[in-house]
């Protein structure tokens, strides 16, 4: 029987606060790969976007493990490990193959200029660059459960369609890889990892999603405010379909469950220590925003009945999460 409309939305709400407060038992690692700056004022600027995303992610964000790789001018620097080279980076990839498991997160980010050749994008690097396809293979060897690839640069439009995968979020500064003026979406975006207005829904929490939406909308207002016209559009892509969203069509989009249910931050911490239940809950957060994605395709009937399967599985699995900790 489908639950009527108020039960249902006192249902969603009250999962919803149990999504909020669990923490799965997951490794998170990031790559933060900064380009080639050129100019005295672009090393700077890329630098800044480095140790601020890096201090964020290692610090309040609590993630395991964060490696800042980056061109040679900032390699002395404390927070960078090594040279942003494609060595390197094949280097950090050919690691964590051994040890990411599919409980865990990776999260790649991308800071510096980028180039387009008509057919794929590529970030600036020392020495041979690597394009879109060469971290969509370098991706395809790891065996983490859900990987966030967050491109800030200039001509970054294409990584959307070369990274798409299930499981896979990717977030990109521009929509096409002809939109190859310096970007301001970096600006924004490490500003939401650290800013307490980025938490859209003020619950506590930090998803990908309210990430993505606070800089895109950040970016607008930018170029809104001083009147130009704006050079860079940004996407989220999270279906696996190869087609991102702007953020002003994420409402009526299938894009963005999946970034709504990835957390940076959770409000209030609670630690699933067994394995087998944390693999449960994450599978179940899975079906539901994949069945978030078929809403259009679905009566209102089909579509409702299901969710409320879904929720009433995740509510029970819950339970039994918060007697083990009894």
């Not at 009527?4 to 407060?21: D, S």
């Not at 990717?170 to 002809?178: E, L, N």
Request: net charge negative; charged share 20%.
């Amino acid at each position: 029987m489908v639950l009527p409309k108020a039960a249902r939305t006192a249902l969603v709400l009250t999962v919803l606060c149990f999504m909020h407060g669990t923490v799965l038992s997951q490794h998170r690692y990031a790559l933060i790969i900064g380009g080639l700056g050129g100019a005295p004022d672009q090393i700077a600027r890329i630098e800044t976007h480095l140790e601020a995303t890096f201090n964020t992610l290692s610090g309040p964000l609590a993630f395991d493990e964060v490696t800042v790789l980056a061109e040679r001018t900032l390699a002395g620097k404390s927070f960078v490990k090594g040279e942003s080279t494609a060595e390197n980076i094949r280097g950090w990839f050919a690691s964590l193959a051994s040890t990411a498991t599919p409980q865990d997160e990776v999260y790649v980010l991308l800071f510096g200029h980028g180039s387009y050749d008509g057919s794929h994008s590529a970030l600036n690097i020392p020495r041979r660059d690597l394009y879109d396809r060469d971290y969509a293979e370098l991706a395809h060897a790891l065996n983490a459960g859900r990987m966030v690839w967050i491109c800030t640069m200039s001509a970054s439009g294409p990584f959307v369609q070369a990274l798409s995968a299930p499981d896979h979020i990717v977030i990109t500064a521009t929509r096409t890889g002809t939109q190859r003026n310096q970007t301001v979406f970096p600006q924004f975006l490490v500003e939401a990892l650290a800013a307490p207005s980025s938490d859209l829904d003020r619950d506590g929490s930090l998803s990908v999603l309210e990430v993505f939406q606070y800089a895109a909308e950040k970016t607008a207002a930018h170029y809104n405010e001083a009147g130009h016209l704006a050079t860079e559009h940004s996407l989220l892509e999270d279906t696996g379909d190869g087609e991102g969203v702007r953020v002003e069509a994420l409402n009526d989009s299938a894009e963005g469950h999946l970034a709504g249910i990835t957390y940076l931050r959770r409000g209030t911490i609670l630690v699933v220590a067994d394995d087998a239940l944390a693999q449960e809950r994450s599978m179940l957060e899975g079906r539901i925003a994949e069945l978030k994605t078929r809403k259009q395709d679905l009566s209102d009937t089909a579509y409702y009945a299901e969710l409320e399967t879904l929720f009433v599985a995740l509510a029970r699995l819950n339970d039994r999460i918060e007697a083990q900790l009894e």
